[in-house]
């Protein structure tokens, strides 16, 4: 079956990096387009950033612009997001996701916690 294991998550300084990891399995991975979301405490799930199946092209939601980088490696069946300059209204679990053929599949999330 589609599975994810994301890792990557912690706690950072303000302005600090972290990198995170998603390995999906049970599936071609290279087929489908992936994506980063998270969810702040208390607010709804909202997208971080996409990458097309061949990491031709991406998207990003507009308050990681500049910051967030989303990419892939097919070779290992994994999608990566590097976050720079991590700002406090970062703090949320971040969750990949792939949609295929109708289904939608979840990672189980990482936290990621920015504060001094």
Request: aromatic share 12%.
């Amino acid at each position: 079956q589609v599975q994810f294991v994301e890792s990557g998550g912690g706690l950072v300084q303000p302005g600090g990096s972290l990198r995170l990891s998603c390995a999906g399995s049970g599936f071609t991975f290279s087929s489908y387009s992936m994506s980063w979301y998270r969810q702040p405490p208390g607010k709804e799930r909202e997208l971080v950033a996409l990458i097309t199946s061949t990491g031709g092209s991406t998207i990003y939601g507009g308050s990681v612009k500049g910051r967030f980088t989303i990419s892939r490696d097919n070779a290992k069946n994994t999608v990566y997001l590097q976050m720079n300059s991590l700002k406090p209204e970062d703090t949320a679990v971040y969750y990949c996701k792939s949609v295929q053929l109708g289904s939608v599949y979840w990672g189980q999330g990482t936290q990621v916690t920015v504060s001094s």
